[in-house]
């Protein structure tokens, strides 16, 4: 039920949103307690899910486990979490393991009194009649937030495509450059766009001798390999 207290305290809930830094907690876990700083210097995935014994999440937690080498050579460590016990979250792990022989690569949060997903603005009254439990929180490792995604509970998220979103920001973070509609590794990224009148005269006029193929002067696009990484991304 929405009452006045529920009302108000989504009021004031402070909306994370992406370039936030991401909200410290310490919780327990299915690999013992951590606390989400622990995790700087490498990228995260933190993703929440509906509740353990069900048919959506087991797909994507052994679709996560299998991908686990992908995200591990892109710096990323996976976070699970729902509001489920650490007894179910074994229990369910443990089925898991039985069904696949997968033993789970990551920690899973049991958040029993929902603090952090309510940290994280993962449940809301709306949204839990929406359904709109699977959220996905890429953090990097400065620890802010880089990007959010929120799936609905009857639709499984696609790893690739969380895994192309992730290669995608980290060539943005390292050379300062934008990635086009659907871009993979491999293809061209959108450089920034001129910030002089002459760069952007020479940019339509000349853009071969920039190593640059422009459709217009603020339109240019180049191949990973013409860049250097910035200095401090
Ligand atoms: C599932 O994971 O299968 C699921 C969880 C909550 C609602 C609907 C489906």
Known sequence: MINNETIEAERTRVCLTIGRIAPDFTAVTTEGPITLSQYRGKWVLFFSHPGDFTPVCTSEFIAFAQLQPEFEKRNVQLLGISIDSN???????????????????????????????????????????????????????????????????????????????????????????????????????????????????????????????CLAWWYCFTDLSELTPLPNP
């Open 87 to 213: 007894p179910a979250h074994l229990g369910w792990l443990y089925d898991i393991f039985q069904m696949t022989g997968i033993v789970m690569p990551f920690p899973l949060i049991a958040d029993r009194d929902a603090s952090i997903a309510a940290l994280y603005g993962m449940v809301s009254p709306d949204r839990i009649y929406e359904q709109s439990v699977r959220d996905v929180f890429i953090i990097d490792p400065n620890q802010r937030i880089r990007s959010i995604l929120i799936y609905p509970a009857t639709n499984g998220r696609n790893m690739y495509e969380l895994l192309r979103l992730i290669d995608a920001l980290q060539v943005s973070t390292t050379y300062g450059v934008s990635t086009p509609a659907n871009w993979m590794p491999g293809d061209p990224v959108i450089v920034p766009v001129a910030s002089t009148l002459d760069e952007a005269i020479e940019r339509g006029m000349d853009p071969e001798s920039l190593e640059l193929n």
